[in-house]
């Protein structure tokens, strides 16, 4: 008796690991992607996937349903190992039912997000799905209700990544949007609230599904996605790095892995690396490939919001979060995009413990019409908030210009930051001397009779007074001038004094930050 009911698990079994039929899995392969579980192969360690409710089914009816009733319904759920560590992980099988959510189909997420928050592990979905069941009617949005709800109450207790591998549309957006990071894989993941045919309908305008909502322009435009990638297995590798380098939940530190490089590496190339002329640019880029271990980084949002850096990095094998003005990209100036990228970024770290190293060479906040009008003044607001609200060790250096309240915002010693330092290049003023010559001497220069020399003069009398490299450091806001080659391991060390930091925020429900 025990046999033939073993016997039947086994064809069972071997049946919800087949899937529905092979010509579903060859349409998949067609298009370039993967199934359910070839993507959970890839991201867990060979062997690790546990899975849960492989058998359930669903128990609508109407319209066909009851005679469809496929094991797992359309969506793989479990935990495995990334580098050793628990991760739970959800699947849409896009070869049942187009990976549509229906009651059982989310009950399903809903126990695997609620086993993650548990566990205090971080939690990675794998996104192809057609979004609700039409079948279902209100269970099916219902069903997104209790994800999306789940989404907000993990957020910032346990990492949350979005892994885009499909269509994603509608009111299914915006569990993603609820996460942490968002991947997504070049012309077969696409993202939106209503689809080119509702476009078209509603204001005329056609364009494809790609130029919608596709990988280039949620990575490149809209800042929807974090990352972006030509192939699945690419993309996937990446989100293994990625997790290597958060902590399980909010209750733990990042995982430190020294490589080698000395924390007491010198650092002589930045000499050179960085102008002394503070107008012309250079690849902030180069400057933190040289000061963190090894010259890797995992840069964020690396094709939005340019003229400005933010970045995931080791520095003594600690993990440390890296936000750096850009000088190629509009001189490094803040803007609305850029506040917001860094904003969300500062937010990230704090919450799961990653100190923050903020490198400054920025001219102030961007002028112009469209940026009033678009709201710079909350927008950058954003940044400050979450620089002010951040717990977590957090170091600035100021390499060149740092000018207006735009030095103030990027996390300056007022603001809270624990050390301060500063190259000999460093400019921290007001404004530029030009500008501040022309205000301060505005009158004096326009009655000389050389106002142009006048003028020369008084750009020299400001910067010797009030702009020297040392007039920061001679009133405390900065800790010390240092050499450019001892970077590394100036930051080094003081992270490694800062890393029992403990600073408690006062009792509140929660803020209310700009928005």
């Known amino acids: 008796m025990m046999q033939e009911r073993l016997e039947e698990l086994g064809a069972i079994r071997e049946s919800v690991l087949r899937g529905p039929d092979p010509a579903a899995t060859e349409r998949q392969h067609a298009k370039g992607k993967l199934t359910a579980r070839e993507r959970i192969e890839l991201l867990l360690d060979e062997g690790s996937f546990q899975e849960l409710e492989p058998l359930r089914r669903h128990r609508a009816t109407g319209f066909g349903l009851e005679d469809r009733r496929p094991y797992t319904d359309g969506v793989v759920t479990g935990w495995g190992t990334v580098e050793g560590r628990t991760v739970f992980v959800y699947a849409h099988d896009f070869r ?32 192809d799905g057609a979004g609700a069941r039409i079948q279902e009617g209100v269970t099916a949005l219902a069903g997104y209700g209790g994800i999306f709800r789940r989404n907000t109450k993990a957020s910032g207790v346990i990492p949350q990544i979005s892994v885009m591998l499909g269509p994603c549309a509608g009111g299914a957006a915006y569990s993603p949007a609820l996460t942490d990071f968002v991947f997504m894989v070049r012309e077969t993941s696409q993202m939106f609230i209503t ?23 949620h990575a490149a435009t809209s800042g929807v996605a974090h990352f972006a990638y030509d192939d699945e297995a690419t993309c996937l590798e990446d989100v293994r790095y990625l997790l290597s380098l958060l902590p399980q ?26 102008p002394a002329d503070g107008n012309r640019p250079y690849d902030m880029r180069a400057v933190i490939e040289e000061i963190v271990d090894d010259g890797e980084m995992l840069e964020v949002h690396e094709r939005w919001a340019t003229n400005i850096i933010c970045a995931l990095a080791r520095l003594d094998g600690q ?197």
Not at 373 to 398: D, M
Not at 407 to 418: E, L
Request: charged share 25%.
């Open 319 to 515: 993990v440390v979060g890296v936000v750096a003005n850009q000088p190629q990209q509009l001189a490094g100036v803040l803007d609305i995009h850029a506040s917001e990228k860094a904003a969300r970024f500062v937010q990230m770290c704090d919450a799961f413990n990653i100190p923050i190293v903020t490198l400054l060479d920025v001219p102030g906040f961007l002028p112009g019409v469209d940026q009033e009008h678009g709201g710079i003044i909350r927008h950058g607001a954003k940044l400050l908030y979450a620089y002010c609200n951040a717990t977590v060790p957090r170091i600035s250096l100021v390499l060149r210009k740092a000018y207006g309240g735009a030095y103030i915002v990027m996390d300056s010693q007022s603001i809270g930051a624990d050390l301060t330092y500063a190259w000999p290049t460093n400019e921290i003023a007001v404004m530029g001397a030009e500008g501040a010559a022309g205000v301060i001497f505005r009158r004096e220069i326009a009655a000389a009779d050389d106002p142009e020399a006048v003028r020369r003069q008084r750009i020299k009398e400001y910067r010797s007074e009030l702009m020297h490299p040392y007039y920061a450091a001679e009133r405390g806001l900065v800790d010390d001038v240092i050499d450019p080659a001892d970077t590394r391991r100036v930051l080094a060390r003081s992270l490694a004094m800062l890393r029992t930091k403990h600073a408690d925020l006062p009792r509140r429900k929660h803020g209310n930050p700009p928005q």
């Open 96 to 127: 049942i039912f187009g990976g549509a959510l229906g009651e059982a189909h989310a009950n399903k997420i809903h126990k695997v997000m609620d086993q993650a928050l548990a566990a205090g592990a971080p939690l990675v979905s794998l996104n």
């Open 249 to 274: 939940n909010n209750r733990e530190l990042p995982p430190a892995e020294h490589s080698g490089d000395s924390p007491d590496r010198r650092t002589d190339a930045l000499r050179d690396l960085v």
């Open 195 to 217: 689809g080119p045919d509702v476009v078209k309908a509603v204001t005329g305008e056609e364009i494809t599904h790609d130029g919608l909502g596709g990988a280039d322009v």
